[in-house]
């Protein structure tokens, strides 16, 4: 029997939740489970014994780490050919052939069982197709995803490329600890934090093993001969099936494996062609003492804690990639979900637009641009006054809050809405709360989501493609993926998956005027005007800081020492920072799996790095070419 995971994401308070579920493992009766299908996935490894928890002489059979990981769903992948013969296109790719649709240079195919589908267009001077690959939801993943493919000619009317989809892998690990004779158990999921890591009471009858929170009762079973625990996770699944794991194989778990809790050594990053130059710290005038003291705490933290959840830390200096680390099974080429950071890409695209001649301005009215609609629900005056400046500072003054979950905007509604699932619609047809504008900001995805239908009104394009065409080849982006709506086009209120490396791209793109590598991308008056003080969120939902907000960039003042350092930020759940410091000529990118922990992962932002990388730069005239 095949088991779905579906996690559905949100945006900024977001927890990682299951439709009209729970957000920890407890029995679920028929019913809930009806409508809560599509959220579990049954696992199963081998067995070997744990080090770090591993097992001793005497010890408890349970003690120790038990682990499942899968690589889930095997979507079509590998080798795209194209052909063409006699005025007919044809497609082939992992055993599937279909014929395609062409409309002057533009062609599409689906393939037959309807798991991806091909948007591209044909460059014949320059030999190459640009296209789309489109793939659909699948076991974990709940939207479909468009990735780019570029296939070049390989004979005569004949193109090929390579598809990679995005992976869909999920690891769940149950550790078990015993203290003055009383057993506890803590459940990780490194992708999704799903469990929280909260503590359960573990009780054994016999073969028998329950997991106990709030009067909630997990059954299980441990076979000590096969070395198997199979827990009953969700009473309408089959139970999931854990062996043993080490700090060798228990990838996702440690923060390196296998774990090494050694001293840090410092490597300078390799050049891979993507556009980065790479320099050392101590070159670029970065000390490389209280970094390594950050990177040891990440490395020492207990995994079972709801700490340091660091995947990823990076740092670029006066424009050279300078620091590279990975951490809980990521890697350089592994693409990792940005969240609500993913939002900056917005008004970005904004000023990509404008480059490339599109009169969007921040006055222009938001409901002309959305002409494909005849009329609006809950109409408003007001809505006549609301602008792309309006949307792009979420001061638009709709009932949309993402931290309130009775709020008619709130993203969890909208996207689970099975009414409405044109978005840009449910958006427009929000009623009004207060006059747009103003400085009071409102967390609301579906106001950033606007800004990309704006774009798509002003182009006249699908933004994926414009996202490929006019940043992401710019910026000499890798493998990465847009989440898309229902309809087919981009969601851009968070979401995207990119690699670490090209996250960090787009601060530094801002940090040097809208230019990277010399190719002028956006102009230097719309990173000014998009860095700049708009509006300002309620200190309530920012740890008491204040906590002010420009186009898609979040402004902090950070105080490290006795200096404060203005910032401005990509930020989204779970950690997914990217943080410009231009005082220090100075990039910052994170990323991180505590998802739905606010108060921790918001503090590696406002504690962690004043702390240990900004005492580490000291001052912009540590570059010897730099005043």
């Known amino acids: 029997m095949a088991l779905k995971f579906n996690w559905y994401k949100t945006s900024r308070s977001n927890l990682m939740i299951l439709r009209s579920g729970d957000a920890h493992p407890m029995p679920l009766s028929s019913s809930l489970a009806r409508n809560t299908l599509r959220c579990f996935v049954a696992l199963a490894a081998a067995l070997i014994p744990v080090a770090g928890f591993s097992q001793t002489a005497g010890m408890d059979p349970l003690t120790g780490v038990w682990g499942a990981e899968a690589r889930l769903g095997v979507p079509a992948q590998g080798e795209l050919f194209l052909d063409e013969d006699k005025g007919v296109w044809h497609a082939s790719i992992a055993g599937y052939q279909v014929v395609a649709e062409t409309k002057g240079n533009e062609i599409r195919f689906t393939l037959p069982d309807g798991s991806a589908e091909f948007r591209g267009v044909v460059d014949a001077a320059a030999k190459v197709v640009h296209g789309e690959w489109i793939q659909q939801g699948g076991v974990i993943l709940d939207s479909q995803y468009a990735s780019p493919v570029e296939l070049r000619s390989a004979a005569p009317s004949v193109w090929r490329g390579t598809v990679v989809p995005l992976e869909q892998r999920v690891s769940v690990y149950v550790i078990f600890s015993s203290k003055d004779g ?217 009932a949309c809050d993402d931290n309130n979950d009775d709020s008619p905007g709130n993203e969890d509604r909208m996207q689970s809405d099975a009414q409405q699932r044109d978005w840009y619609k449910y958006s427009l047809d929000l009623p009004m709360l207060k006059n747009p504008g103003g400085e009071d900001a409102i967390y609301c995805s579906g106001d950033l989501n606007l800004v990309g239908g704006a774009v798509a009104a002003a182009t006249h394009c699908w933004i994926p493609e414009f996202f490929e065409a006019n940043l992401a080849r710019p910026l000499q982006f890798g493998r990465y993926y847009l989440n898309l709506m229902p309809d087919g086009q981009a969601y851009m209120g968070g979401g995207a998956y990119l690699r670490p490396r090209d996250q960090l791209k787009l601060g530094q793109l801002y940090l040097d005027g809208g230019i990277w590598n010399g190719k002028r991308i956006v102009s230097k008056s719309w990173v000014t005007e998009s860095t700049s003080v708009h509006s300002r969120f309620s200190p309530t939902y920012s740890l008491g800081q204040i906590h002010q907000y420009g186009y898609g960039w979040h402004i902090h003042d950070l105080k490290s020492g006795e200096k404060t350092y203005r910032v401005f930020a990509a930020e989204g759940n779970g950690g997914q920072f990217v943080i410009v410091v231009p005082e220090l000529d100075m990039v910052v990118g994170i990323t991180g799996g505590s998802y739905g922990e606010f108060d921790q992962w918001y503090r590696w932002e406002l504690e962690l790095v004043p702390e240990f990388i900004l005492p580490a730069a000291g001052s912009r005239r540590n570059h010897p070419h730099k005043p």
């Not at 929170?213 to 854990?242: C, H, I, M, Y």
């Not at 670029?316 to 979900?337: M, N, P, T």
């Not at 006055?363 to 641009?369: C, E, S, V």
């Not at 609609?373 to 979420?394: E, G, H």
């Open 182 to 398: 009383k057993m506890t158990a803590t459940i990780s999921n490194p992708e999704g934090n799903f469990f929280r890591r909260r503590v359960y009471v573990v009780t054994q009858e016999g073969d028998r093993v329950f997991l106990e929170l709030n009067g909630k009762k997990v059954e299980g079973r441990l076979d000590e001969k096969a070395g198997t625990l199979s827990l009953q996770l969700v009473n309408w699944l089959p139970p999931f099936q854990f062996t043993h794991r080490t700090a060798k194989d228990a990838d996702g778990f440690y923060p390196r494996t296998p774990a090494d809790k050694e001293e840090w050594r410092y490597r300078k990053p390799l050049p891979e062609g993507d556009g980065w130059t790479t320099a050392s710290m101590q070159a670029e005038g970065l000390e490389a003492a209280p970094i390594g003291e950050l990177i040891k705490q990440i490395l020492t933290a207990d995994p079972t804690s709801t700490a340091l959840k660091i995947q990823s830390l990076l740092i670029a200096r006066h424009g050279h990639l300078v620091l590279e680390e990975y951490f809980y099974g990521f890697s350089q080429e592994r693409v990792h979900d940005m969240r609500s950071a993913g939002k900056t890409f917005a008004p970005a695209l904004v000023g990509v637009a404008r480059e490339h001649g599109a009169t969007l301005t921040p006055q222009t009215p938001i409901y002309p641009l959305f002409a494909q609609y005849s009329s609006f629900a809950n109409w408003d005056i007001r809505k006549q006054k609301m602008t792309l400046r309006d949307v792009m500072t979420m001061t638009a003054g709709n």
